[in-house]
């Protein structure tokens, strides 16, 4: 049986014997780096510094729930507003895998200037062991590189540790249980809207997404049971729709709700058709430029849970 008191115990032991310089961390707002920011910050105190990327690739509000969930708990923080550059250097990349690694890069080319201005020697990420598995750590073939795994160069000249390497998506919310959060948000992942848009990632296009995920958010929290995770992804393929008596080519966009425990297998959640059809309306409604929408009713496996 896992007990957070004691994997916390241990691992702040561990890091204080480990570390001997000053580290950053990398915080998404995720359960996951926001857990590796406390415990490295119990282990460390200000000799850590929580690093929010604003990579403008987040959700609508989300920096500020970073911002209050990292004050509540202590940690001490900077929010950085990188989006010109992460935008700048997506420029014309569609392949996923390439697309990830650039944010990757990006992530750890922000970090190392951090890095010296705070003097650090150690960067801490809030990797979880589904990361590495599903990038070929162990014995399975790489599925996608996730970006703070594969996507990592080797140029970093920063020694990396990892405290919650071992564990699994359900552990992490007990830790973070026993550290009285409330209530976390549902997972997110590190290369944020950027792997739910199919094809070139563009300001308007980033912009579209944000307000179509902020409608399907508000859907789905008036289900009585919400679903593990639940997102909207921006197609790459136009298709028809009309505006009044006219015919245009507007954007489509999946809806993805999905049950799981851990994230590595998981099942398509069977939202209410109702709650469905309002999410679409209230999207194409408020949305012009998309005009369709559709819903994803495929388990992992065989599909993942995020479509890039
Ligand atoms: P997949 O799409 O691999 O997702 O079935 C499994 C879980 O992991 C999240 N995910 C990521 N998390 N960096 C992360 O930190 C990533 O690159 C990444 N890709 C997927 C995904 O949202 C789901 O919860």
Same mark, same amino acid.
């Given at each position: 049986m896992f007990s957070p008191k004691a994997f916390v115990s241990e691992a702040v032991q561990k890091i204080r014997k480990d570390v001997t310089g000053r580290a950053i961390i990398a915080v998404s707002g995720g359960i996951d780096s926001t857990v590796a920011a406390k415990i490295v910050s119990e282990a460390l105190g200000s000799q850590v510094l929580a690093i929010y990327v604003d990579?403008?690739?987040?959700?609508?509000?989300e920096e500020k729930d970073v911002r209050e969930t990292l004050s509540n708990l202590g940690v001490n923080h900077k929010v950085l507003q990188e989006e010109d550059l992460f935008l700048d250097r997506l420029k014309g990349i569609i392949d996923p895998e390439v697309k990830r690694k650039m944010i990757g890069k990006t992530f750890i080319d922000v970090f190392e200037r951090e890095a010296r201005n705070f003097g650090a020697e150690y960067l801490v990420q809030g990797t979880i062991a589904p990361d590495w598995i599903e990038s070929g750590?162990?014995?399975? &073939?790489?599925?996608?590189?996730h970006h703070n795994v594969?996507?990592?160069? &080797?140029?970093?000249?920063l020694k990396i540790i990892e405290p919650?390497?071992?564990?699994?998506k359900d552990e992490v919310r007990k830790i973070a249980e026993y550290y009285g959060i409330p209530k976390m948000r549902q997972p997110f992942p590190g290369p944020g809207l950027a792997v739910r848009i199919i094809g070139e990632v563009t300001r308007d296009r980033v912009d579209l997404l944000k307000r179509a995920t902020f409608i399907l958010e508000k859907g789905v929290s008036e289900m009585k049971e919400v679903p593990w995770q639940y997102f909207a992804v921006l197609l790459a393929d136009r298709t028809t729709g009309v505006h009044g008596d006219r015919r245009v080519y507007g954007s489509t966009v999946a809806l993805r709700c999905v049950n799981s425990t851990d994230g590595m297998t998981a099942n398509f959640t069977p939202v209410p058709l109702d709650i469905l059809a309002k999410i679409s309306r209230d999207i194409t409604n408020g949305i012009p430029d998309i005009s369709r929408v559709v819903y994803d009713i495929t388990d992992k496996p065989p599909a993942t849970i995020e479509w890039e």
């Open positions: 990579t403008g690739l987040m959700r609508l509000g750590g162990g014995l399975r &073939d790489t599925i996608k590189s594969g996507g990592l160069p &080797d140029i970093v000249n919650l390497r071992d564990l699994y």
